[in-house]
């Protein structure tokens, strides 16, 4: 199998949300945010590796600087 991936800067607070799915510690405004964000993913997507370092950054979801994680989604196949 062949595996490629995308790369994100994804501000620390939206990971309890990706991961399981832990809406808890977000506004009511950035739910749709997030929705819109996972929904345009691609559709052949496996699994996030999270970098351990965060940097300042723009987030891929809100748009805004944050400080941010670094991920790389995982998909079968190639994008290159």
């Known amino acids: ?5 995308f790369t994100y800067d994804i501000a620390d607070y939206w990971l309890p949300a990706i ?3 832990d809406y808890t510690a977000l506004d009511d405004d950035e ?3 997030l929705e819109e964000f996972l929904d ?5 997507a ?11 950054a723009y987030d891929d979801i809100s748009g805004l ?3 941010c994680v ?8 190639h994008i290159r």
């Open 46 to 56: 496996m699994s996030w590796e999270w970098g351990e370092e965060t940097s300042f």
């Open 31 to 33: 739910i749709p945010l």
């Open 1 to 5: 199998m062949t595996l490629d991936y």
């Open 19 to 21: 991961e399981n799915e």
């Open 65 to 67: 600087m944050a400080q």
């Open 70 to 77: 670094r991920g790389k989604l995982y998909i079968k196949g």
């Open 40 to 44: 345009n993913l691609p559709r052949n």
